[in-house]
């Protein structure tokens, strides 16, 4: 979802979503994640603006050709009002370094693995609650690091708004691979290779008001 309205949502329920991500498995179990919740207009003001200084520069060049191709469809451009609209945003760090010391060494392993699971979790969780969300990469992220005054051995991973739909909106209706095309059985068989074609859920379905 990228157009979101400004209709609260409550801490609590933000809260949960993150124990639901850090209840995920991690390479020996070292949880190499950090969730920052932002919800002050300030903060996010400021988000917006460094992500969108990001956002200009890959349009205006940083993306190669291919990529604004792939793009296009989306109607994406470097405008992100929902970095200030949506209640929430949800930025996660991965941890390149285990400073907790009753959780073994300080190395750590699987990172982006693990943090990906994480963030699986978290957004599955976030469409149970009826939210909807958007995986978002301004890249280069660093501008993160410090307005989030993270420590050194952390990276931003994903910045993801949460909220509700803008009145009106719905997810675009993205479609996805048939089943056919992602799966194998054994060495080469496709799956159910006798019967039509069984297409993939186009998309969730869209968040309601749970
Ligand atoms: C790792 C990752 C990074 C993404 N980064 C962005 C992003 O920076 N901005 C954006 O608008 N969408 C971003 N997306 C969203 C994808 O474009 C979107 O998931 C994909 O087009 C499929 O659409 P759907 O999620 O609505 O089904 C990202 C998705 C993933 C998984």
Do not use: C
Not at 87 to 104: A, H, M, Y
Not at 154 to 182: C, N, Q, W, Y
């Amino acid at each position: 979802m990228r157009e979101f309205s400004d209709r609260p949502v409550s801490q609590a329920v933000i809260e949960h979503l993150i124990a639901a991500a850090g209840s995920a498995p991690s390479g020996s179990n070292k949880q190499p994640w950090q969730f920052v919740a932002v919800q002050d207009p300030e903060i996010k003001r400021r988000i917006r603006e460094a992500a969108e200084a990001e956002e200009r520069n890959f349009y205006a060049g940083r993306a190669n050709p291919e990529w604004l191709e792939d793009l296009a469809p989306l109607g994406t451009d470097a405008d992100k009002p929902f970095l200030e609209t949506a209640p929430w945003l949800v930025i996660v760090f991965k941890q390149l370094r285990n400073l907790e010391s009753e959780n073994g060494s300080d190395q750590v392993y699987y990172v982006n693995e693990s943090v990906g699971i994480a963030v699986g979790m978290f957004l599955a969780a976030a469409q149970f609650a009826g939210l909807a969300t958007l995986t978002h990469t301004p890249s280069p992220m660093k501008f993160l690091t410090g307005i989030l005054d993270r420590p050194e051995h952390e990276r931003a991973f994903m910045v993801i708004p949460v909220g509700h739909p803008a009145e009106g909106s719905t997810p675009p209706d993205i479609r996805r691979k048939p089943l056919e095309a992602i799966m194998r059985v054994d060495l080469d068989q496709r799956p159910n290779e006798d019967e039509p074609a069984r297409p993939l859920p186009s998309s969730m379905p869209p968040p309601h008001d749970a």
